[in-house]
């Protein structure tokens, strides 16, 4: 059984820091790209960072590029979100994705998602 488990959200105020993770298991991890996706209120589900399964390929949204570091841990079954300089318009669920050999923006694509963890940021 597939398993995607995301922690480490919570409220911060504008400017903090938060590090998301997820941990993986019942899949083979180092063959997945994995992607971190945001959905807020009333807003489709967005793309925010991808890494390929040997973490050698990254790409970021723009709203997010320079506050957000994804990384992983294959040793771990492990992906990672450090997100700096937060802004009340980060707020929203964050879910992680795995998605077979390489990521995507597109949400379509991931065969397993996690259950989201809330990330709410005030100002």
């Known amino acids: 059984q597939v398993q995607l488990v995301e922690s480490g959200g919570g409220l911060v105020q504008a400017g903090d820091s938060l590090r998301l993770s997820c941990a993986v298991s019942?899949?083979?991890?180092?063959?997945?790209?994995m992607g971190w996706f945001r959905q807020a209120p009333g807003k489709e589900r967005e793309f925010v960072a991808g890494i390929s399964r040997t973490g050698g390929r990254i790409d970021y949204a723009y709203s997010v590029k320079g506050r957000f570091t994804i990384s992983r841990d294959n040793t771990k079954n492990m992906t990672y979100l450090e997100m700096i300089t937060l802004k009340p318009e980060d707020t929203a669920v964050y879910y992680c994705?795995?998605?077979?050999?390489?990521?995507?923006?597109?949400?379509?694509?991931?065969?397993?998602w996690g259950q989201g963890t809330q990330v709410t940021v005030s100002s």
């Open positions: 019942g899949l083979t991890f180092s063959a997945y790209g």
């Open positions: 994705a795995a998605q077979r050999w390489l990521y995507s923006e597109i949400p379509g694509g991931y065969s397993y």
